[in-house]
């Protein structure tokens, strides 16, 4: 079956470790995204890629970091430097242009110690 | 789960009754908008688009209108059904940079 998958679905970290965060997907789509989802904060979009070996910041980038090495894969790293990071981290993908549907990942909830 | 609708605007609405769930968009240039429906503890689900040389478009029990002189976008969803209570997001997409609003808890009272 094709579709995106984030994995795991709950994470524990300890304050000050990094931690990466993994979105697979086999559709076969040259954008995505990663969002970070906060009570009552709506979707805010941290990084995207377009293509592969290129991404963008998006509106709360600081405190993360990124990479796009292979169309299917585009994982997050959640820095020691994000000051609060247990959030519930969507990520998704679709195809490139600016009119087209993304499709979104069941989640992962990040939740650091 | 995830408690993705606290803190959000709610709107309550009876079963069978219609429901709108409106939307101010902020990117004049936005030229594709999308609403999605997010259930708790999962990812948003599509539920209908539309692009911006359009006023409306509907699909199954749902239909979309755009007011680009208002940059607002609304969603009504007919005869409304349990199975729809979620938090509803609509989403713009400037310059191939997908963004959300906040959103809105839908609660649908048997």
């Known amino acids: 079956d094709g579709g995106i998958t984030q994995s795991p679905k709950y994470l524990f970290r300890k304050e000050g470790q990094n931690v990466t965060l993994s979105c697979e997907q086999n559709?076969?789509?040259?954008?995505m995204y990663w969002y970070r989802q906060d009570p009552g904060q709506g979707l805010r979009l941290i990084y995207y890629?377009?293509?592969?070996?290129?991404?963008q910041k998006g509106d709360i980038a600081e405190g993360y970091s990124v990479s796009r090495e292979k169309k299917e894969s585009f994982p997050l790293t959640v820095t020691s430097a994000q000051k609060n990071p247990t959030a519930f981290y969507l990520c998704?993908?679709?195809?490139?242009?600016?009119?087209?549907?993304?499709?979104f990942g069941q989640g992962t909830r990040l939740t650091v110690v | 789960g995830e408690s993705v609708g606290l803190h959000l605007p709610t709107l309550s609405v009876q079963e069978g009754d219609n429901s709108i769930i409106n939307c101010a968009y902020s990117n004049s240039a936005s030229d594709y908008f999308i609403w999605y429906k997010q259930e708790s503890g999962k990812g948003p689900q599509f539920i209908i688009d539309i692009r911006s040389n359009m006023d409306k478009r509907q699909g199954q029990r749902v239909t979309v209108l755009l007011n680009k002189t208002v940059k607002h976008l609304s969603l009504q969803i007919a005869a409304t059904q349990p199975g729809d209570s979620a938090v509803y997001f609509c989403a713009e997409n400037p310059n191939s940079k997908l963004t959300f609003g906040k959103g809105i808890t839908l609660s649908v009272r048997p």
């Open positions: 998704a993908s679709s195809i490139s242009g600016s009119k087209a549907e993304a499709f």
């Open positions: 559709l076969n789509h040259d954008a």
């Open positions: 890629s377009q293509i592969v070996n290129d991404f």
